[in-house]
């Protein structure tokens, strides 16, 4: 039995630590409670080596222990100074196993028996406590580690590091350290990087182009065998030597041991945090959180906190935290006067994408948003401007512009500006403010940290979505009421390219909604699959099982990797009941289907070869990718006499560079597919632009603005290879000089050496470029403008497969 | 007049640009909107030719020999320009693809503006020479129009899927894995297969280049050679051997690709120059006719 103190900190990592020195200094009594034999096991665990980076960089640090970017060893040499310096009264080898009684007389006990009496805990456990395993088949296998205590220890091996969070980068950059001869993959299961810092993000990619790393998104582990790694790409699975598999997944916060002292979290899911007042204590008083197990995973936020945490146990009611005079300025603006944690509980309590947000990172999230006050009548967006913000109504309403004269409000508490997040589109209607109003702006990135940082924000928005998305598809009166159950009911799935969703003659009646990539349909028909239609995004199957009650006439695969939208039938078949008149609409497009399959079918008797046809190059354009394309160059070799005149074109009408190679590429019965932009659906190169500079046009085009800061992640990210680093070439002599005195290069891109010759010493800097459909040019794209035999036509890919192609060449 | 500009301009904005949803080839443009046009043209030649009786006979000095006269060089000259259309890329509406149509069947149709022209009078002097200039061109562009729509298919199918940076790289491949195979070779062997080495893929001239046959190749003289030889380790020459007849197949396939792009090119060596031969004797042409007849 020890004497009684007044607050007993768990946990000595930043947080913990800059806890106890400031109850050191003050000089509290005080314990601090240690798993290990060594101060903050975290960092301790950080490779040996590795640079610690002290981000946010704007916000002051406020600790009585040192911390700037520096070494791991330096740092944890400078706390352990600091915490004799401070006279923390520190315990090693001291794990709290439980934690019982109330404030004022507090119960702990340790794994070796000890027990401390403290009248009031501050929890600074951080969430390394477990990490996230692996979970596809084989993840039970030895040579799954889910650390990297010495990148030394690895020597010509093939090591794949699964997640791209910042501890799964600093372990693949370690171990790619180029001598040790290894062969490194890192994973990354979506396409952007928004849960790493940049500076990490660049150093990898650097690696990436070094040749030192091999990086994969949209990529996920299926199969581990010894030896052996099968990866599930988005074009398909793909076995890859693989003798180490350094699993980093990120971890969640010990809930169980945390929840036991009767801690409430703010949600039921994995990744919730504590709820926490402002001044950090939870749902049981007396016990407070801080630093990463108080959702705040950044060393000098973890130190504010501990010097606050203790300064408010102390007694001190007047101490902001340290981020508060930059929240108040953006607040400032605001007619109404509150103050910035009124504004943070205001905010969280109105909008719907914020009630699971912790307050502390919602002191973070504000940072990296506007808020600003709109008077009624007031247009927040044009229809067609480009955009990809998010905003939500934290006060009055807006009022969406669906037609001449025609607007649907959106109310308080829900969010706007949704569809920019996914696809990048232009802003599809004009938004006013239908009242005196708050709206919130979340930019792009900030919004898509936020989803992946708070599983409930994510939820809200995709609900939000998906309802905004069926009342467009099932027109007839449906209201958000009626879907209710639908969507409840409405599960989100991810499935890889070539995946089956439905097979032929199978019994099911769930309908799908496609919420990105897209699908083709196949039907049996004389023992081989014929391709009957082409799904694009914001598409739906399966109604038709729905309706009749028959089994599935056809099957239904991904062309690309793909998310689906699964409501099942039941739900879906009352919706149907309840509205007669969308079941109605509903038959019609059904009939319409159904016709058309007919005809394929009584075409296939009679023009077989046709039908083969047809079908095949259907399936060699969705092998291409295009089945994720708005708007892609097809070349007919029957025409092109490879003149690329084409690619000077395309030089001409730009700044001198082409955008697109036109020998280079796949080609299916003399149909070919050149190396140039396809203007995706979900555009790749979209997903991790720093400076947010590629858009969405009114035509559909994927294009650049100005301000490209030329670090390359587009060109990286493009899988079908056409954006270009490079910088644009002097201006050339005009045409007609060079027809009559050949003087200068000629038409097209100017030759490297004509370039340099030109340009001497100088070195401009290499951007990004890419096609921009040739945005603002009146005639539109020059390669097709230029073609002299007419071999080459930009179409979607709906477009091109169209029935009407069928008709023509079957008769 | 203007409100028609306008019109067309509008129309050829990029949210309402004409989408083709399928391919259409030059000579099928527009559902053959230009053969149409011209084969009408050359109709109302021949007909007015046979009904009009122009006095003292029909020659090019004659009202209607004037109009055609006119017609046939305005035509020329238009033709000409497809060369400078097809290098200056304006931003406005037009697609080079109805140009070329247009040249192609309006082109053929001077062989009837430009006989019926002459009233069939033709000798030795500058007149005659410029519609010889002017046939030969046509017969230039009428051997383009056959090779456009016969080798491009025939060119696709060669390279497979191959850039010709790649057939290149391909041939560049075999050469490093020759020169390491043919070390252990006796220097006997090891000339024919430097020699190979040697060889540059573009070498051979004109007509190497545009029949495709190349006799003095190193790397099939190589072949013979090592294949003949008896000295050198037979395991190496064996392995010498199989990388030379490998480098042969992918030095034919740039051979062929190299013999298809010239064949669709080296018309327009004569079709050009000849233009500019006809221009040059047309413009000759119209000043004797007007200062000495
Ligand atoms: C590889 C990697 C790199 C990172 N890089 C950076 C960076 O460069 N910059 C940055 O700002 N952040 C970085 N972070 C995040 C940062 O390290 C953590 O968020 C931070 O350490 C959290 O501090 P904390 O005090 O809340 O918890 P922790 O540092 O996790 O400390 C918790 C301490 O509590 C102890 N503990 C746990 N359970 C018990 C128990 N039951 N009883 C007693 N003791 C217990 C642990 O042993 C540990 O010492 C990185 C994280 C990782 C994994
Ligand atoms: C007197 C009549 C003609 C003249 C003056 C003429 C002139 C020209 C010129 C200057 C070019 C541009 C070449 C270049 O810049 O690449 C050209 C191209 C061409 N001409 Fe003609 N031409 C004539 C008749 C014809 C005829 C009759 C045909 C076909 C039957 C024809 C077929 C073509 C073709 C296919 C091209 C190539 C187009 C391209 O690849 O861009 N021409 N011609």
């Known amino acids: 039995m020890t004497e009684p103190v007044k607050v007993a900190i768990i946990g000595s990592g930043p947080a913990g630590l800059s806890a106890a020195s400031r109850a050191g200094q003050l000089g509290l009594s005080h314990v601090l409670l240690e798993k290990t034999d060594h101060l903050s096991d975290t960092i301790f665990k950080y490779q040996k080596g590795k640079r610690v980076l002290a981000t946010p960089e704007r916000l002051d640090l406020r600790s009585d222990c040192r911390f700037a970017e520096g070494a791991r060893e330096y740092i944890l040499g400078n706390w352990d100074e600091d915490a004799v310096n401070n006279k923390v009264n520190v315990v090693k080898h001291a794990e709290v196993t439980a934690v019982t009684g109330q404030k004022g007389a507090f119960e702990i006990k340790t794994a070796k028996g000890d027990v401390y009496h403290a009248e009031t805990i501050v929890l600074a456990i951080g969430t390394q406590g477990n990490p996230n395993r692996m979970r596809c088949e084989g993840a039970d296998l030895p040579h799954i580690i889910y650390q990297v205590d010495d990148p030394e220890d690895f020597k010509d091996k093939h090591i794949t590091v699964v997640g791209s969070g910042d501890a799964g980068i600093e372990n693949a950059l370690g171990v790619a350290e180029e001598a040790l001869e290894n062969t490194v993959t890192i994973l990354n299961r979506s396409k952007d990087f928004a849960r790493a810092k940049a500076k990490n993000v660049s150093d990898m990619m650097e690696a990436g182009e070094n040749g030192l790393i091999s990086i994969r998104t949209e990529t996920q582990p299926k199969l581990v065998e010894p030896g052996w790694l099968t990866l599930e790409t988005p074009t398909g699975d793909e076995k890859i030597p693989c003798d180490v598999i350094v699993a980093r997944l990120g971890s969640v916060a010990p809930r169980g041991f945390v929840e036991s002292m009767g801690i409430e979290f703010t949600g039921p899911d994995r990744e919730a945090f504590p709820k926490l007042s402002p001044t950090f204590e939870s749902t049981v008083p007396g016990i407070f959180v801080i630093g990463a197990l108080a959702g705040y995973p950044l060393i000098k936020h973890c130190m504010n906190q501990g010097y606050d945490v203790v300064e408010f146990i102390n007694g001190n009611k007047n101490l902001t935290p340290a981020d508060e005079k930059d929240l108040a300025a953006i607040f400032a603006n605001l007619p109404q006067k509150k103050s910035v944690s009124e504004w943070l509980d205001y905010l969280r309590e109105r909008v719907r994408i914020f009630a699971d947000v912790s307050p502390l990172q919602m002191r973070e999230f504000m940072l990296d948003s506007k808020v600003a006050y709109y008077r009624k009548g007031d247009v927040v967006f044009e229809k067609g401007e480009p955009g990809s913000s998010l905003f939500a109504i934290a006060d009055g309403h807006a009022e969406v512009e669906v037609g001449p004269g025609i607007t649907v409000p959106i109310e308080q508490g829900s969010i706007f500006g949704e569809v920019g997040l996914i696809s990048g589109r232009k802003r599809g209607a004009t938004i006013r403010a239908g009242a005196d109003s708050i709206f919130v702006e979340v930019s792009r990135t900030a919004a898509l940290k936020l989803m992946a940082a708070v599983p409930g924000a994510k939820r809200v928005i995709n609900r939000i979505s998906l309802e905004r998305q069926l009342l467009q598809i099932f027109k007839g009166g449906l209201t958000v009421e009626d879907l209710a159950p639908v969507v409840d009911a409405a599960e989100v799935e991810r499935v890889p390219a070539g995946k089956v969703v439905l097979t032929e003659g199978e019994q099911g009646d769930d309908v799908y909604v496609i919420r990105s990539g897209s699908m083709v349909v196949e039907k049996d028909i004389g023992g081989k699959p014929i391709f009957l239609r082409y799904l694009p995004a914001g598409s739906f199957f399966g109604e038709m099982g729905v309706l009749s009650g028959q089994p599935r006439n056809a099957t239904v695969k991904a062309a690309v990797g793909a998310e689906l939208i699964k409501l099942t039938g039941e739900s879906f078949r009352r919706m149907l009941a309840a509205r007669p008149q969308v079941r109605e609409a509903t038959e019609a497009a059904v009939a319409e289907r159904a016709q058309m399959n007919n005809f394929i079918e009584s075409r296939k008797a009679t023009y077989s070869s046709a039908v083969d046809l047809y079908s095949d190059t259907a399936s060699f354009i969705m092998k291409e990718g295009l089945g994720e394309a708005t708007d892609a160059l097809l070349i007919d070799e029957n025409l092109c006499v490879g003149c690329d005149n084409c690619e000077k074109a395309c030089a001409d009408s730009h700044e001198g560079l082409s955008r697109l190679d036109r020998e280079a590429g796949k080609t299916f019965a003399h149909l070919h597919v050149p190396t140039s932009c396809r203007h995706c659906e979900h555009p790749h190169c979209m997903a991790d632009c720093p400076p947010n500079v590629i858009h969405r046009g009114p035509d559909g085009e994927v294009f650049m603005e100005p301000g490209c800061i030329g670090c390359g992640n587009c060109m990286r990210n493009c899988p079908y290879g056409v954006i270009r680093m490079e910088a644009a070439p002097p201006p050339k002599p005009g045409l007609l000089r060079w027809l009559l005195t050949g003087f200068g290069p000629g038409p097209g891109e100017p030759s490297p050496k004509w370039t340099k010759k030109q340009l001497g010493d100088e070195k401009p800097k290499k951007i990004a470029v890419k096609c921009d459909m040739c945005k603002g040019i009146a005639g539109g794209p020059a390669c097709v403008r230029a073609c002299p035999t007419g071999a080459a036509i930009r179409v979607s890919p709906e477009e091109f497969l169209s029935i009407a192609r069928l008709q023509e060449d079957a008769g | ?293």
């Open chain 2, 1 to 293: 007049m203007a409100s028609l500009f306008q019109r067309r301009r509008s129309k050829a904005t990029q949210t309402e640009r004409v989408r083709e949803r399928r391919h259409e080839g030059f000579l099928r443009y527009a559902n053959f909107r230009w053969a149409k046009i011209s084969g009408g043209l050359c109709l109302l030649i021949i007909v007015s030719y046979a009904l009009i009786d122009v006095t003292p006979r029909p020659n090019g000095g004659s009202w209607y020999g004037y109009t055609l006269g006119t017609i046939g060089a305005g035509l020329i000259l238009w033709l000409t320009a497809l060369g400078y259309r097809k290098r200056k890329m304006t931003s406005d509406h037009w697609s080079l693809k109805a140009w070329t149509s247009a040249h192609v069947y309006l082109g053929l149709s001077l062989i009837v503006i430009g006989t019926w022209h002459t009233g069939f009078q033709l000798g030795w002097n500058v007149h005659t020479l410029a519609w010889v200039l002017m046939m030969l061109v046509i017969l230039s562009g009428l051997y383009g129009v056959v090779v456009y729509s016969t080798l491009p298919a025939a060119l696709s199918n060669n390279r497979d899927e191959m850039t010709q940076m790649q057939m290149l790289e391909a041939i560049r491949a075999f050469d490093r894995q020759l020169h390491a195979a043919a070390q252990p070779l006796t220097p006997q062997d090891t000339a024919p297969v430097l020699a190979a080495l040697d060889e540059d893929p573009f070498a051979g001239g004109i007509m190497a280049r545009l029949s495709g046959r190349y006799p003095d190749c190193a790397t099939a003289a190589a072949l013979r050679a090592l294949g003949a030889s008896r000295s050198s380790d037979a395991g190496a020459r064996e392995k010498v051997v199989g990388l030379l007849s490998q480098k042969e197949v992918a030095l034919a396939r740039l051979r062929q690709h190299l013999r298809i792009r010239a064949l669709l090119e080296i018309w327009l060596y004569v079709h050009v120059p000849l233009t500019f031969a006809l221009i040059a004797a047309l413009s000759a042409h119209i000043v004797s006719v007007f200062f000495y007849w």
